[in-house]
């Protein structure tokens, strides 16, 4: 079963515009982490925030959790085409690192 | 430092086949954990790997099944494959010292196409 729901399921912008994704999950968590995949290949690592944290950055990416509401938000600021892929969170399920629970995913296009 | 490899990276079988697939892990790197892509299911867990030790188990039939090599490489079999078995598998390795804040590192994934 999916951990995560993630909004919106699609998402289109122009580059130098900002795009927000966000993700529900539905049990405690120890961390989220946030990967990206370019078109039907393997995932890449993009940003781990742990439960004790509220928001944390990287570059141009700025992730936020809000434990209360299990969610979480992905904010990436001036975005490229080079942005376009589909966004996934992550949360490892019963406290074990090696079995993560992802959620749907939100797909990006970034429009020259 | 390698990245993870997977081999093949594309496949075709037919029904009632069954197929292997391989996974190199990082160098260093104990954990390997499996997972099935599909657009209708998306990402799911298939199954994880440490020290040769099957460690988690997701909702997949025993037609899945795992193992791991004493230098941490694992393969995945699928056996009796059936149409919906299309899917491109991800193997993703872990360091796993112990902490949960592990990063998972995925190969570029096997694309398995079954007609």
């Known amino acids: 079963s999916q951990q995560g729901e993630e909004d919106p399921q699609a998402l289109s912008i122009q580059e130098g515009e900002n795009a927000t994704m966000n993700c529900s999950y539905k049990?405690?968590?120890?961390?989220l982490q946030w990967y990206r995949q370019n078109s039907g290949r393997g995932l890449v690592h993009l940003i781990l925030i742990r439960s004790n944290e509220r928001e944390k950055h990287s570059g141009r990416l700025r992730v936020t959790l809000d434990t209360s509401k299990k969610s979480s938000s992905l904010l990436i600021t001036a975005s490229r085409a080079a942005d376009t892929a589909s966004y996934f969170c992550?949360?490892?399920?019963?406290?074990?690192?090696?079995?993560?629970?992802f959620g749907q995913g939100t797909e990006l296009s970034v429009k020259p | 430092k390698a990245g993870v490899t997977q081999t093949p990276r594309y496949l075709i079988k037919t029904r009632g086949q069954q197929v292997t697939l391989s996974c190199s892990p990082i160098?260093?790197?104990?954990?390997v954990s499996w997972y099935q892509q599909t657009p209708g299911q998306g990402l799911q867990f298939l199954f994880e790997y440490f020290s040769e030790t099957q460690r988690n188990k997701g909702n997949f039939p025993g037609r899945f099944s795992g193992r791991q090599f004493s230098n941490s490489r694992s393969e995945m079999n699928v056996s009796t494959l059936e149409l919906g078995d299309s899917a491109l598998y991800l193997c993703a390795s872990n360091l796993l010292t112990g902490g949960l804040t592990d990063t998972q590192y995925f190969g570029p994934g096997t694309r398995l196409t079954v007609l």
């Open positions: 049990t405690s968590i120890n961390n």
């Open positions: 992550a949360t490892p399920q019963n406290n074990q690192g090696g079995k993560l629970i």
């Open positions: 160098s260093g790197h104990r954990s």
